[in-house]
């Protein structure tokens, strides 16, 4: 597509539930980075894959996150047990190259997620 | 460590008036410097990078920034502000030290004001 595309955008999720965020890359990019922006900050990294592989999850915060990519393109990012603290923006990222080099990310809109 | 600092979290300025936006970085080795822009319910979009080629960096929306290694700073400035970048700024660092210059360190952000 033209642009990252993320879904749902807005979500309300209870305490313990499971949620599901979805990230569809720019077409052909390889590379797709997850960050998480709370209120009032800037957003911080999560995690990273070069087409399948998940070469970097240094930023999960928990083992209650976690993220795939199985074929390459399309990524989700599922947090279990969702807690109030993951009330925050999730905004997925692409650009075309692998990690090396001064490449641009593209920023999708984000999921919003609140966790009651 | 690297880290970025952004002096001041909300900036007011009057439409027509010069547009200053501090930034500060710390790196051991000589990073990628990007400003993002944010409106509301959007993502991130890119103003302008720098990645050691020429330190003074134009970007859109008649943005530029000045790379200054002595004071660790990349100021975004712009002569004259328009209502329309009334908007969240983002300054980020690429984090060297992974050789992934999409895995980014984000400042905590500035709102611009811009006053009639």
């Known amino acids: 597509g033209a642009g990252v595309s993320q879904s749902p955008r807005y979500k309300v999720a209870k305490r313990g539930q499971d949620v599901a965020l979805r990230c569809d890359p720019i077409?052909?990019?390889?590379?797709l980075f997850w960050y998480q922006q709370a209120l009032g900050q800037g957003p911080e990294f999560l995690t990273y894959?070069?087409?399948?592989?998940?070469?970097?999850k240094s930023g999960l915060p928990s083992d209650r996150f976690f993220a795939e990519r199985p074929e390459g393109s399309v990524s989700t990012l599922k947090i279990q047990r969702t807690q109030q603290e993951d009330s925050a923006v999730y905004l997925c990222?692409?650009?075309?190259?692998?990690?090396?080099?001064?490449?641009?990310?593209?920023f999708g809109a984000g999921s919003r997620l609140t966790v009651l | 460590a690297q880290s970025v600092t952004q002096l001041g979290s909300h900036v007011s300025v009057s439409e027509g008036a010069l547009v200053l936006l501090r930034c500060n970085y710390s790196s051991s080795v000589p990073p990628y410097l990007f400003w993002y822009v944010q409106y509301p319910n959007q993502g991130l979009q890119l103003l302008l990078k720098y990645t050691s080629a020429a330190t003074l960096v134009k970007g859109i929306n008649g943005f530029e920034a000045e790379f200054k290694k002595s004071e660790t700073s990349f100021h975004l400035t712009k002569p004259s502000a328009h209502m329309s970048d009334a908007a969240e700024y983002f300054c980020a660092v690429s984090d060297v030290g992974s050789g992934n210059t999409g895995k980014l360190i984000f400042g905590q952000g500035t709102t611009l004001q811009v006053k009639p």
């Open positions: 894959f070069q087409n399948e592989a998940q070469l970097d």
């Open positions: 077409s052909g990019h390889v590379s």
């Open positions: 990222a692409s650009f075309f190259r692998g990690g090396s080099g001064a490449n641009v990310l593209t």
